[in-house]
């Protein structure tokens, strides 16, 4: 048997296109997925009554890949711990990772950050929450475009809407058609969050992701989001980022100014009677996590 963790997302700090490519740079979070594996026919029909496709098809990819195919009727899993699903907080990502992780660990196989864009672009377009520190990623080809540090001091409030967005059902060559006009607007957020990431200045993080939301609106209309820029304007924060592909904001803010608990009550207030889930986080290094036993 063996553990393993990735975190989640709060959606996107920036996304669109860059040098020709579509790229994203995931809002790592402090909320993960866990996933066990272990080899054990009574393990795998304990769980066969609620299946994780996505999942599954990565194990068998693997499986196949690594040289182990013979295992795949052997090998169940479970999820432990999970993200909220269809939001856009890279469930399906932190899900396939740490699946991964988990079972490079029982199969004793090498796997690197790399190895697991591979497995998991089979399987659908994938984040990069499984990347250590923050990067620059191409999530269509798996490449990384950019390696970038990780801020120090960021908090999120996570704003749910009611909904779920499928992967598979997204347009995406409205977004690239979109992404490509506001080509300007998307290498500025990108120079903002280079700038602020470099000196470590949070407000230039808040207001890449805003203009990055606000270009994402021109084709994904969310009646809330003007209004929401408003509320974290007025709460102190920094600004607003979304899942560009889900039905989740974010409202980034300084953690030196205000607690996590202060900035989600004043985002709370803001929202009061509106049909939305709202939960603290903060950023950290993505990456896969090995559970002890």
């Given amino acids: 048997m063996a553990r393993a963790i990735c975190p989640g997302s709060a959606g996107e700090l920036i996304e669109g296109i860059w040098e020709e490519k579509e790229v994203l740079i995931s809002l ?15 393990f795998i029909a304990r769980t066969s009554a609620s299946p994780l496709p996505k999942s599954q098809k990565a194990l068998e990819i693997a499986l196949r890949d690594w040289g182990f195919p013979h295992l795949v009727s052997r090998i169940g899993f479970r999820r432990l711990r999970s993200l909220p699903e269809g939001k856009g907080l890279s469930s399906s990502t932190a899900d396939i990772a740490a699946l991964l992780g988990a079972l490079s660990s029982l199969v004793d196989h090498p796997l690197t950050e790399e190895e697991i864009a591979r497995v998991a672009l ?15 990623f191409g999530h269509m080809d798996g490449g990384v475009i950019v390696r970038l540090p990780l801020p120090h001091y ?16 997204v347009d995406r060559e409205k977004f690239r ?30 207001r890449a992701a805003s203009l990055s939301a ?13 209004r929401l820029l408003e509320i974290a304007e ?21 953690p030196r100014v205000y607690s996590s608990q202060q900035m989600l009550e004043r985002i709370r207030a803001g929202l009061a009677g509106e049909k939305v889930e709202l939960w603290s986080a903060r950023v950290i290094s993505g990456g896969v996590r090995m559970i002890n036993l």
Wanted: proline residues 4%; charged residues 25%.
């Fill in 28 to 42: 790592t979070i402090n909320r993960v997925s866990e996933m066990e594996v272990e080899i054990e026919n009574e």
């Fill in 177 to 206: 058609r979109n992404w490509l006009f506001h080509r300007r607007e998307i290498e500025e957020a990108y120079r903002l969050v280079e700038r602020g990431l470099e000196e470590e200045d949070v407000n230039l993080l808040g």
């Fill in 154 to 169: 960021l908090g999120v409030v996570v704003v749910e809407l009611p909904g779920t967005v499928l992967t598979h059902t």
């Fill in 122 to 136: 089979q399987v659908e377009p994938t984040d990069s929450t499984f990347f250590r520190g923050l990067c620059l």
């Fill in 234 to 254: 007025a709460a102190g924060a920094v600004g607003v980022n979304r899942a560009h592909t889900g039905r989740a904001f974010g409202v980034l803010f300084d």
């Fill in 214 to 226: 606000q270009v994402m609106q021109e084709v994904e209309r969310e009646p809330l989001f003007p």
